[in-house]
């Protein structure tokens, strides 16, 4: 049995009465910012044949049942990206979704396994579109929730400062004295080991077996994004590319991604990325994802046949964002834990 009272205590709700509050005018800010860019929103499917691959998310499985009996596996997405990314191959220039997402083995301050997910995504645009899209959304959002600056755990954030453009090479070099592409000496084909000593040298512990991407997290962790996003927001840019997810390389230096993530008082905000539209390479990077996934967790996802079917047909060069509404509100609000700014949180066995 759980020992904290029910969320739904007349004084337990008046204490979180405020942030919720705060959460609504913060969403309708966010519609009305959307409607006055012209954009369309939209609604997918929670339901998908493929969650979203990322190798270190755990999804929610559960099976369809046809009328005639017939069964399928399906999932609830970890991100309405594939789905999205369909309807601008369909057609549509510029989308927004405030969808629900789900990923599973995840509960923290920060982390909760049904939250609000903010999507949108501009045909014909850059990255770059997306990060005039963050200030204008960032300022709109605080002031729709009443305070003067975004804080997280005694740090601030003022958006109307001049925001930091840092890639990662110069954050490394900034707070860990790491020269990161030293030990990549081939895009794609970095060198752990490397790595390895540079993390020790800096007192963190490594593993024989650790790969270059688990000491670089380690790294990031423990030296950078304590320093990211004050005393303004921080946007964390051109990251290594075989840390691509679905960005494209950058074509004025292939050693680097179109991809950047948004901090705010050291917490990540958002994630964004210039479209990879390359079908081939984005099955590759499918498969060896999930790859990844078997050997680490034991688990594998199916593969969106539809959304390579759609990448092959055509989709327009663009840039897509995906933003945490729940910390957007945290961060607004002042608020400890994700648990504070929902109406009511997925209730576990003892509540």
């Known amino acids: 049995m759980s020992l904290s009272p029910p969320w739904?205590?007349?004084?337990?709700?008046?204490?979180?009465?405020?942030?919720?509050?705060?959460?609504?005018?913060?969403?309708?800010?966010?519609?009305?910012?959307?409607?006055?860019?012209?954009?369309?929103?939209?609604?997918?499917?929670?339901?998908?044949v493929s969650p979203g691959l990322e190798p270190h998310l755990k999804a929610f499985a559960t099976t369809l049942e046809a009328p005639g009996g017939e069964e399928s596996r399906l999932y609830l997405h970890t991100s309405p990206e594939f789905a999205m990314k369909k309807l601008l191959v369909a057609g549509e220039k510029r989308l927004f979704q405030l969808a629900r997402a789900f990923r599973n083995g995840e509960r923290s301050a920060t982390h909760h396994p049904e939250f609000t997910m903010l999507e949108w995504y501009r045909a014909g645009a850059d990255y770059r579109r997306l990060m005039e899209d963050c200030e204008a959304l960032m300022r709109t959002a605080l002031a729709a929730g009443g305070a003067k600056s975004y804080r997280w755990r005694g740090l601030a954030c003022d958006p109307h400062l001049p925001w930091q453009h840092l890639t990662v090479a110069d954050a490394f070099q900034r707070h860990a004295g790491i020269d990161l592409f030293a030990t990549i000496p081939m895009p794609g084909r970095p060198d752990a080991a490397d790595?390895?000593?540079?993390?020790?040298?800096?007192?963190?512990?490594?593993?024989?077996?650790?790969?270059?991407?688990?000491?670089?997290?380690?790294?990031?962790?423990?030296?950078?994004?304590?320093?990211?996003?004050?005393?303004?927001?921080?946007?964390?840019?051109?990251?290594?590319?075989?840390?691509?997810?679905?960005?494209?390389?950058?074509?004025?230096?292939?050693?680097v991604a179109e991809r950047f993530e948004l901090y705010i008082a050291g917490l990540e905000l958002a994630n964004a990325f210039g479209e990879l539209c390359d079908p081939v390479e984005q099955q590759r990077r499918f498969a060896a994802d999930m790859a990844l996934k078997r050997r680490i967790y034991g688990l594998d996802y199916p593969i969106d046949a539809d959304f390579i079917a759609a990448l092959e047909h055509g989709m327009p060069e663009s840039a897509g964002i995906a933003l945490g509404v729940d910390r957007l509100v945290m961060l607004a609000t002042g608020a400890e834990r994700i648990e504070d700014v929902l109406w009511l949180p997925v209730a576990d066995k003892g509540s």
């Open 8 to 48: 739904w205590r007349p004084d337990v709700y008046e204490r979180r009465r405020p942030f919720l509050a705060a959460r609504s005018r913060i969403i309708a800010a966010i519609r009305g910012y959307f409607r006055d860019q012209g954009f369309v929103e939209v609604e997918t499917p929670s339901l998908q």
């Open 195 to 255: 790595l390895a000593r540079q993390a020790q040298r800096l007192g963190l512990r490594t593993a024989s077996d650790d790969r270059w991407d688990d000491i670089f997290f380690r790294i990031f962790l423990e030296r950078i994004e304590p320093h990211l996003g004050t005393p303004a927001p921080t946007i964390l840019m051109d990251y290594p590319v075989h840390l691509a997810a679905l960005s494209r390389p950058k074509p004025e230096d292939g050693r």
